[in-house]
Structures are given as C-alpha cells and as structure tokens.
C-alpha cells in the first residue's frame, strides 16, 4: 500500500514529464528549454513553454502563459483548485501571477537561483503581507529540468564560438564603427538589443576591438575582470540575459587580452 505521500510524489513526476515535454519543444523552437502544465480536477488543463523570443515578450514565461491559458478554459481568472507545474522555480512575475490567480499549489523541478521566487531568492508562497497563500514543492525531477538548462547553455556557447570562428563578417567596417561608437555613447542606459548588436560587432571584427583599444574605451581595460563581471551581470535581473552579458564581457576580455599580447609581440 502506498503513503498518501509517495503517491502524491508519484502523480507529481508524471505531470513534470509533461512539462518536460514542453520544455523540450521551447528547445526545438531556439528558446530557453522551459515548460509548464496546469492540473485541474486530475487533468492537463494547459500547457506552454517558455516563448520570449517567439512572441518577443518578456511575460512569455511557460508557466504564466500556461496560467493565462488555464484561466480560459476554466472560463474564470480565479485558479482555484488548480496546480502549476514548471521544469524550473518560477520568476517574481509568474510567482506574482499564482498569488493574483490564487493557485492552490506549484510544483517545480530545478531550483533558480538568481531569480527564484518561491523559496530560493524570495517565498511569495506564504509571504503573510499578501493576501494568499498556496503550496510549493519544489526539486521535482530537479536533475532533468536543470540538465537540459545546463546542455541548452552549453551548447549555445559552443555554437556561438563556432561562429566567432568562422569570422563572417563582411560589411564595410566605417559603418560597423560608425553604430559601435553611437552603441557606445548609449552605454549608460544599455538594453539587451543595444549589447547583442555590441556582441556581434565586437565578435565578429578585431578591427573593431583595435579601434575600441585605440580610443581608449574602458569596457576593454582588462584589469578588474571580476568587478566587470559583477557589473554585467548587473545588467539585467533576468537570469538568461545576465548569462548573455556575462559570457559577452567575459569575451570581450578575452579578444582583448589577445588582442593586446599580439600588439606586445610585433
Ligand atoms: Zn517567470
């Protein structure tokens, strides 16, 4: 005879396999592997995946457009009676979400923690200043929600350094400075458009990088590595875009590293 417990867990791993699944077709689809299901009355009412770049919107979340969509099939913005599963520990807005759809519990696979909201960076679950609480559990199949992050990174980083080198770049370079020295002056109010553009200028001509050198400009200075690194992460409070700007800078030091041993040799 099982525990009510252990089949609980057991109902639990089955439904965080069909927000696997979900998570996989975001993969297929170039988006950050994450996916999510809501459970009404034992069935799969919703489902969706991570779709920020699809739908270029910064609340497509798996788990808050499977939330939206839960709402209309239930023909009610109240998720009462509903569970959330999501392969990774939902964000401030989606936990935020489960709070105003008043969700009776979220069950999640890896833990984020650097944007975590239900028990790694903050607990909205029963934070009592708010006017509902709900159950989490979390750690579900952690190993494959957080693995298929972890492959997903790795190999957009592999590919990326592919690319840089195989240094496809051909348009005249004025025009490639021209837009890096206006990228530039903007530095201060920098956003995610602003420094991929910077990205791939940078990654793709060492041209650039010398000019960038030659004018002196303090991104490349490559002393104080760490405290520019803690400052890109900065940038943003998203976890996927602070990745991108880490891995930028932290190239960036490294085209300019070589850059400037070459100059030391000639
Ligand atoms: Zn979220």
Not at 55 to 67: G, I, N, R, V
Not at 141 to 162: G, T
Not at 214 to 222: F, G, K, R, S, V
Not at 235 to 255: A, G, K, N, P
Request: hydrophobic letters at 35%; one cysteine or more.
């Amino acid at each position: 005879m099982q525990t009510p417990d252990k089949l609980q867990n057991e109902i639990d791993i089955a439904y965080m396999k069909i927000a696997l699944e979900e998570a996989r077709l975001a993969e297929a689809q170039g988006e950050v592997p994450i996916g999510a299901c809501v459970v009404y009355d034992g069935r799969v009412i919703a489902r969706d995946h991570n779709r920020r770049e699809t739908d270029k919107s910064p609340c497509a979340h798996a788990e808050f457009l499977a939330m939206q969509k839960a709402a209309q099939v239930l023909e009610r913005w109240r998720l009462t009676g509903c569970t959330v599963y999501v392969t990774l520990e939902p964000c401030l807005m989606c936990a935020g979400l489960m709070i105003n759809s008043r969700v009776d519990r979220c069950v999640y696979g890896s833990f984020d923690p650097k944007g975590g909201a239900l028990g790694t960076l903050y607990a909205l679950q029963n934070d009592e200043r708010l006017n509902h609480d709900f159950e989490v559990v979390s750690g579900v199949m952690d190993d494959q929600c957080s693995s298929i992050l972890k492959e997903f990174f790795s190999r957009r980083r592999k590919e990326r350094k592919q690319a840089k080198a195989a240094g496809t770049f051909s348009k005249p370079q004025i025009e490639e400075i021209d837009e890096l020295r206006q990228a530039r002056a903007q530095i201060n109010h920098i956003d995610q458009e602003l420094f991929s553009l910077l990205a791939q200028r940078l990654e793709a001509s060492n041209e650039v990088v010398q000019y960038k050198i030659e004018h002196n400009l303090d991104i490349l200075d490559t002393s104080r590595e760490e405290e520019k690194l803690k400052w890109a992460e900065s940038l943003s409070s998203d976890q996927e875009i602070q990745h991108l700007y880490c891995e930028f800078m932290q190239d960036l030091m490294d085209i300019s590293k070589t850059y400037q041993s070459n100059i030391r040799r000639k």
